[in-house]
């Protein structure tokens, strides 16, 4: 039983860490949920991957610090709470735990799906 298994039943398979690049946001989706898994500031962030200010990915966008910018207008939205940090967004958009199994090449990424914020 791996540990996502044995934390709940919301915690879903979404990548291999080796999946994430180091400065870009990586596109997944889980259980049909698009989401942007992204490494910010030392620490893994999982952001649904959709502006909430029009219809485009995340995921093609920039991170600076622990933000990630929607490349059409600039909005940009804390990975840790989803709220927009500047405008045109104004609703915020969810995001998830993310959780680590294993180690190095072999790791695993989970969410849960369950605990969106």
Not at 28 to 48: K, M, Q, S, T, W
Not at 55 to 68: H, K
Not at 74 to 101: E, H, I, K, R, W
């Amino acid at each position: 039983m791996t540990a996502a298994a044995q934390v709940g039943d919301g915690w879903r398979h979404a990548c291999a860490l080796s999946d994430i690049p180091a400065t870009v946001p990586h596109h997944v989706d889980v259980a049909g949920i698009p989401i942007a898994i992204a490494r910010a500031e030392g620490e893994l962030y999982a952001i649904y991957d959709v502006c909430s200010h029009e219809n485009i990915a995340l995921s093609e966008g920039e991170i600076e610090g622990r933000t990630i910018e929607c490349w059409l207008h600039g909005s940009c939205f804390d990975l840790a709470s989803g709220q927009p940090t500047n405008l045109p967004a104004t609703q915020s958009v969810p995001v998830y735990p993310v959780m680590v199994d294993g180690s190095g090449d072999d790791a695993a990424v989970y969410v849960d799906l369950s605990a969106a914020g």
